[in-house]
């Protein structure tokens, strides 16, 4: 029967114990996350459908087109047939006029403007996008910055939590010699000031947390616990990989733009060709000198051509490519301040991996004093005092130690950001 109940207990418990499990999360599933869930994103949806709302209009351009025209006018004065012929009556023209006319045209040849206009629509939104993508690329940064923050944290905590254990110790050791007559009771309350000193910085590193997972909860939009585990990124590095940012895309995409305009300039300067047949009602009609309301009809093929367009031609040339070289620079520019950036970095990384050597040793030194210190003052030879600072001189090495491995590996991540990688 016992058996039979610790079965079913276990199967009970069994979601809960399920539910209870600690949470972890990536650095890669947060920037992902953050990435998918930035209000920004939208913006995509919204650049393609006014990208086909553009293409969409160009090609009715060789849909038909119909207009409806009207006109009443007075005239001072007409044309006169300035001859006189006996017993023939030659009518004159009204000086009141009117006519309402509908024009259907349908368009043959627009010199490539309609095509130009689409290269530039399909260029722009390209650019238009991938400029985006370079403002959601900087949320990496930020949520770079933020777990890196909490990581360095934990770490913190962590070290408090050997101090604490180191203090404890002592505390009892102290406690023991107390009753033995051979310790002041001032000794155990100078360990009982210090515990209480990183019960303090516990709260305050524990509210500082608090409020960073909040923030990155923001971000990635999903609830994150605050027992959550941050799983340490790798440090691979791979320094000979080629800058691969979203700048030099946005840049090639602009190029392209640049490249498109030029097609515009050569599409206005060709001649158009269109079909037109137009109807109408008025007096006169096609006839001048009847003065009576007519129909008519007229239709034909129409050639248009702005050669004053030409004047203008070169200059216009000129300025894309003014603004094409001047994108070069920029490229340039951009390439230039980024390779300074990771030269800056790698330094800090080769920095903080030379640091990290020269920390295990001083811990291993502190702690030989702080073993040795903890001896004297067994044997009645060394103070409290010293034999705290002694513990805390330790515990920094070790405070210092966990803030360059977090500072080396957020370099490293710093590195891959500027990289692009």
């Given amino acids: 029967m016992k058996t039979k109940i610790h079965i079913l207990l276990q199967i009970c418990l069994f979601p809960c114990l399920l539910f209870s499990q600690i949470q972890e999360i990536s650095l890669e599933e947060c920037q992902r996350k953050a990435k998918d869930n ?54 004159e023209m009204n000086k009141d006029q009117y006519k309402i006319t509908l024009e259907v045209s349908q368009l043959i040849w627009d010199g490539g403007a309609t095509r130009s206009q689409s290269k530039i629509t399909q260029a722009n939104s390209d650019f238009e996008k991938q400029k985006l993508e370079v403002n959601l690329y900087s949320i990496r940064d930020k949520i770079n910055q933020l777990y890196f923050g909490i990581l360095t944290i934990d770490e913190q905590l962590k070290q408090l939590d050997v101090l604490t254990s180191d203090l404890q110790t002592n505390y009892e050791l102290v406690s023991a010699m107390l009753k033995n007559g051979v310790a002041m009771v001032s000794d155990q309350d100078l360990i009982r000031v210090e515990l209480l000193n990183t019960d303090q910085k516990r709260i305050e590193l524990t509210t500082l947390r608090i409020a960073y997972i909040k923030m990155l909860s923001l971000f990635i939009h999903e609830e994150i616990s605050e027992k959550a585990k941050l799983i340490l990124p790798d440090n691979n590095i791979d320094f000979s990989e080629e800058i691969n940012r979203p700048e030099l895309k946005m840049y090639e995409k602009q190029n392209l733009l640049y490249e498109s305009q030029e097609s515009t300039i050569k599409a206005k300067n060709m001649p158009k060709f269109s079909l037109f047949a137009q109807g109408g009602f008025g007096r006169p009609g096609l006839n001048m000198l009847n003065s009576d309301f007519r129909t008519y009809a007229v239709g034909g093929v129409r050639l248009s051509w702005n050669i004053g367009n030409l004047y203008t031609k070169k200059n216009e040339y000129r300025l894309i490519r003014n603004e094409m070289n001047s994108l070069e620079t920029q490229k340039e520019t951009f390439l230039f301040n980024t390779n300074v950036q990771l030269t800056q970095i790698q330094n800090e990384i080769v920095k903080y991996k030379m640091l990290m050597v020269k920390d295990k040793e001083i811990i291993q030194l502190r702690n030989r004093v702080k073993i040795a210190g903890e001896s004297k003052y067994k044997n009645g030879i060394y103070q409290m005092n010293d034999l705290i600072q002694d513990i805390n001189a330790e515990n920094k090495a070790r405070v210092t130690q966990s803030l360059h491995e977090m500072q080396f590996l957020q370099s490293i991540y710093n590195y891959k950001y500027t990289q692009g990688n």
């Fill in 38 to 91: 930035y209000p920004l994103i939208r913006q995509y949806d919204l650049i393609s459908l006014a990208k086909d709302y553009n293409l969409d209009n160009l090609a009715k351009n060789y849909l038909p087109q119909v207009s409806l025209g009207g006109q009443a006018s007075y005239q001072s004065e007409v044309t006169k047939i300035p001859v006189k012929i006996p017993g023939i009556h030659i009518p």
